[in-house]
């Protein structure tokens, strides 16, 4: 059974800092590029970053370069995000979903986490 399960997460204050992670099971996750959306409330699912199977290359939105950092486990089949800096424009609910495809594009990802909120607020 393929499993995406996210932790981590919740209340932040601006300017503060919060680790996303998603453990995979139930397929070979070496074999998958993995990513994290986020979606808020009345706005459409968008592609926060994602990374390739090997790890070896990246890929952000504009929104959050320089600020957040996608990295994966694959020992472990894990991926993370760190995400710093953060303000109130990155409040959603944060996916992380499995493709195998190197993209950001939230309709080629193959499998998905249940979704973590994370809420930025003073």
């Known amino acids: 059974q393929v499993q995406l399960v996210q932790s981590g997460g919740g209340l932040v204050q601006p300017g503060g800092s919060l680790r996303l992670s998603c453990a995979a099971s139930g397929f070979t996750t070496g074999d998958y590029a993995m990513g994290w959306f986020r979606q808020a409330p009345g706005k459409e699912r968008e592609g926060v970053s994602c990374?390739?199977?090997?790890?070896?290359?990246?890929r952000y939105a504009d929104s959050v370069k320089g600020r957040f950092t996608i990295s994966r486990d694959n020992a472990k089949n894990t991926v993370y995000l760190q995400m710093n800096t953060l303000s109130s424009e990155d409040t959603a609910v944060y996916y992380c979903?499995?493709?195998?495809?190197?993209?950001?594009?939230?309709?080629?990802?193959?499998?998905w986490g249940q979704g973590t909120q994370v809420t930025v607020s003073s």
């Open positions: 979903a499995a493709s195998r495809s190197y993209s950001l594009s939230p309709n080629l990802m193959r499998y």
């Open positions: 990374i390739s199977s090997s790890g070896g290359n990246t």
